[in-house]
């Protein structure tokens, strides 16, 4: 896994949420057979890694306990563990995060940055696996009254450092930690574009930082109807791949899409752009 927090091109994880409720791909998924040809057919087009979820963090969800949340993901990472897919499992629960990792799932995803789950730590510690930790105020119930920032760049700053302190202090390897801003998890839109634009002063911590805004609820909104509605889910993909490729123009490591063959095409423009002399003689 050394080198895939040191890729030499951006990392693309592909979404596989086995949920009955997530905001994009709730339902479609829940069946082990659907889940597991998506996940192949993610891998087939170019997903690093694919990432795994069985419980949704869509604002307002709610929870489920850890032997459902383990059911609906142990049995889709099995299947594609044995047809060679690299995964991660995304979840906020050691349990579900140890058991996710003994059925084959290589990295640990941690949409709470390990303070939904004192135990993560030393799972992941001992594990010695990559943890993404994002940053996270409280659970998806009570998203919206945590969005309050004065500054919300160096506050989510401060607080991804803290994370990653107490990752130290549990054992995990620093070269080991993926930082992630969590747009739209206790964030205004407003909040999501000052993050976006300044991704600069969080990659100052000095780790990968992982890109996640795929299909999320504020393009919906910049995209809206002249009504207002907002745009369907299922038709922010333009506007996921311009943050993705605006995301590792400014360096990080990483992003998260539910739309994996647009994305490395167009990571691999964004690619060839910056080395033109990887371009054949006759071009
Ligand atoms: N967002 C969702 C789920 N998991 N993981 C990370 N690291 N960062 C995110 O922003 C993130 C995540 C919610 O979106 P989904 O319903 O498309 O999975």
């Known amino acids: 896994m050394t080198d895939l927090l040191r890729p030499a091109r951006p990392v693309v994880m592909g979404v596989l949420n086995v ?8 339902g479609r998924y829940a069946d082990l057979d659907a889940a597991v040809e998506h996940g192949i057919r993610l891998h087939h ?11 949704s963090t869509r604002p307002g969800a709610r929870r489920v306990d850890a032997e459902s949340e ?9 299947a594609l563990a044995a047809a ?30 390990g303070l939904a789950d004192p135990a993560m730590g ?11 930790l994002m940053h996270w105020r409280g659970h998806s119930d009570r998203m919206y009254e945590l969005a309050e920032y004065h500054d919300v760049v160096g506050e989510v700053r401060a607080e991804l450092s803290a994370r990653v302190d107490d990752a130290l202090a549990a054992g995990v390897a620093p070269d080991r930690i993926v930082i992630d801003p969590g747009l739209g998890f ?28 795929s299909r999320k609820s504020y393009l919906g909104r910049l995209l809206a ?8 889910v299922d038709q922010r993909g333009a506007a996921t791949i311009a943050t993705s490729v605006l ?13 994996v063959r647009d994305t490395v095409d167009a990571l691999a423009v964004w690619q060839a752009a910056g080395r033109p002399s990887t371009g054949g003689a006759d071009d």
């Open 19 to 26: 949920t009955p409720d997530s905001f994009s791909d709730g």
């Open 122 to 132: 030393a799972v992941v510690a001992d594990a010695g696996c990559p943890w993404i």
């Open 225 to 232: 109807d002249p009504a207002g509605s907002p745009r369907p």
């Open 247 to 259: 995301a590792v123009s400014a360096g990080a490591w990483g992003v998260r899409v539910h739309e």
């Open 70 to 78: 383990a059911a609906r993901v142990l049995p889709v990472i099995r």
């Open 186 to 213: 206790a964030k205004r839109p407003e909040h999501n574009w000052q993050l976006t634009s300044r991704l600069g002063e969080l990659l100052d911590l000095g780790h990968p930082l992982l890109f996640a805004a």
């Open 84 to 113: 060679g897919v690299p995964m991660s499992i995304d979840t906020t629960r050691a349990a579900v995060a140890a058991a996710a990792l003994a059925a084959g799932a290589g990295v640990v995803n941690d949409v709470s940055g």
């Open 45 to 55: 087009e170019g997903a690093d890694l694919v990432d795994i979820g069985g419980e």
